[in-house]
């Protein structure tokens, strides 16, 4: 199994799943070249894909999907809602848009979509299961029960840790955006995302820490304050890796 954050961040987030011979990606909110040469970069091409999978519609998760589905005709996979709220959904070719309530079968892998509480038209994260669990969870207000129910079990999570709240506070940003990402439909604070995994009983052997803010996050902030949390609750054997906008970061597992 490989999984390959291309980019993740403020300014657009795409992952590659590499799991029981097939390929996958999760969001596509960066160009269409460069997830092009991003996999060209890890041995993998666009017409590799089996399908894409997106979360939610904000520009950030969804920049590329056009060119993508317009050249290469990949299967895209979201909710119903989700589809309707895209800018670019008249752009996309019909054949190549599959709606997704709960789960599908894509060979041997099952994808499940579950529900998040972010301020979009009907958000999700996905559970990629093979002969191990696979998580993408991002753009999340709070962890509630249903959520923590999802993420138990996974072997490896790709999973937000979007701001510091001082940071937050004390930062530029007007406070009617800072109000938006501190909501229950916002974005998880890096602490929350250390209490998330502190708080499930199944807790997995790999986390890559995703969607850190530019303007309201550090990456040594995010890591050492999730690392110092898990540290403190006794918590051992759970690796942190830190995405970035910028390079692909890649593990085999």
């Known amino acids: 199994m490989k999984i390959s954050v291309l980019a993740s961040g403020s300014k657009g987030n795409c992952s590659f799943i590499e799991m029981e011979g097939s390929c996958l990606l999760v969001d596509a909110g960066i160009s269409a070249r460069r997830i092009k040469q991003e996999l060209g970069n890890i041995g993998h091409s666009i017409e590799d894909l089996d399908g894409i999978f997106i979360t939610h519609e904000h520009i950030d998760h969804i920049k ?13 996979y979201s909710r119903p809602d989700t589809f309707r709220a895209m800018s670019c959904y008249n752009e996309l070719p019909v ?4 709606p997704i309530i709960d789960q599908i079968r894509l060979d041997k892998l099952t994808v499940r979509a579950f529900s998040i509480p972010h301020d979009a038209a009907d958000p999700v994260g996905y ?3 093979g002969s191990i669990k696979c998580v993408v969870a991002t753009d999340i207000g709070f962890v509630d029960s249903k959520l923590r129910k999802e993420l138990e079990a996974a072997r490896v999570m790709v999973l ?3 701001h510091d709240v001082d940071m937050l506070r004390n930062g530029d940003y007007p406070w009617p955006l800072k109000q938006r990402i501190l909501s229950n439909r916002g974005h998880l604070s890096n ?14 052997q790999t986390v890559f820490l995703a969607h850190l803010s530019q303007s309201n996050n550090l ?3 995010a890591i050492n304050t999730v690392q110092q949390i898990l540290d403190q609750q006794g918590v051992k054997n759970l690796e942190l890796i830190l995405t970035n906008q910028d390079r692909c970061v890649s593990v085999d597992f």
């Open 64 to 76: 590329g999907l056009a060119t993508l589905a317009k050249k290469y005709r990949i299967p895209l």
């Open 127 to 129: 559970s990629i299961i």
């Open 95 to 98: 054949e190549c848009i599959n």
């Open 191 to 204: 602490t929350d995302t250390a209490w998330a995994l502190v708080n499930l009983k199944q807790r997995p």
């Open 160 to 162: 937000e840790a979007n």
């Open 219 to 221: 990456p040594d902030l």
